[in-house]
Nanobody, 127 residues
Framework: QVQLVESGGGLVQAGGSLRLSCAAS????????MGWFRQAPGKNRECVAA????????YYADSVKGRFTISRDNAKRTAYLQMNSLKPEETADYYC????????????????????WGRGTQVTVSS
């Protein structure tokens, strides 16, 4: 079993930055891909970034390219999402997720790829 715990959310003004962390326990962290998703009230969950096991490849949603950076520290069993130039419309609950089973060499933006999810951390961007 893999457990994921997000932290780092909070209230920030538009244009500000936040760094989300996702601490993993269970399994071999370096063997599974990680993704960050967000869900705003009344909207579908969307992938904002994903990273492969080896950190060789990453995916970003078009809306966050150039502003968000996903990373991982396998020694610390932690994934990160650095978010810069935040916008009010990015207010949402942010979730990290782990893909422990596909063993793909490509990062996935599909929620169904991920078989473990954290409980989420809330990000509020004020205008």
């Amino acid at each position: 079993q893999v457990q994921l715990v997000e932290s780092g959310g909070g209230l920030v003004q538009a244009g500000g930055s936040l760094r989300l962390s996702c601490a993993a326990s269970g399994g071999t962290f370096s063997s599974y891909a990680m993704g960050w998703f967000r869900q705003a009230p009344g909207k579908n969950r969307e992938c904002v970034a994903a990273i492969t096991r080896s950190r060789a490849r990453s995916y970003y949603a078009d809306s966050v390219k150039g502003r968000f950076t996903i990373s991982r520290d396998n020694a610390k069993r932690t994934a990160y999402l650095q978010m810069n130039s935040l916008k009010p419309e990015e207010t949402a609950d942010y979730y990290c997720a782990a893909d422990t089973w596909t063993q793909s060499s490509l990062p996935s933006s599909l929620p169904q790829t991920y078989n473990y999810w954290g409980r989420g951390t809330q990000v509020t961007v004020s205008s």
